[in-house]
């Protein structure tokens, strides 16, 4: 006597029978690992992008600090509580004096404005270099085109020859 077909072997009917313990083969393992490399390489890729996105933003930070104290400094030259020099640009002389302070003239107890805590290091600069050797100094007489350090500090940029992720050199921001 016959045994009728079970509701299950109705449904596979056809479809070969599968054999062996069940598990993967070759190939399907091979397509894993290619898939999983395939996202982990571009996990690494937007993980690389993020870090350089961050020293980006880091250095327009540093950046932006400098030239506020710059301007901040010759605005009090301007308005006379940092002494006068004779043929001097107003300038600070150099980016330690942002962090040091200078004496107010104006101030009956010659008190000390100071500019900057401290002055930022550019974050793509070496990093034996002090934070304020870390930048590339422009003083006033210079041109724009082709920058160079002077009697005064006019303005910063980094010395890095790189590109930024906007496709403008980093010396150029």
Known sequence: METPP??????TRGLPARTGT?????????????????LASG?????EIEARRARESELRTAL????TAIDAYKKSYDDGHITKIVDASGYPPSLNVLEEGVIDAKSPTRTRIYFMRRVPRDP???PELSASNSWGLRSYASSPDDPEPGADVFDVYSTNKGIGLNDVPYSKW
Do not use: K, P, W
């Open 6 to 11: 079970s509701a299950f072997a109705s449904r």
């Open 43 to 47: 996990a690494v890729s937007l993980f």
């Open 124 to 126: 793509f600069a070496d």
């Open 22 to 38: 069940g598990g993967f083969t070759l190939i399907e393992l091979l397509i894993t690992l290619v898939i999983l490399a395939l």
């Open 64 to 67: 932006r600090d400098i030239r």
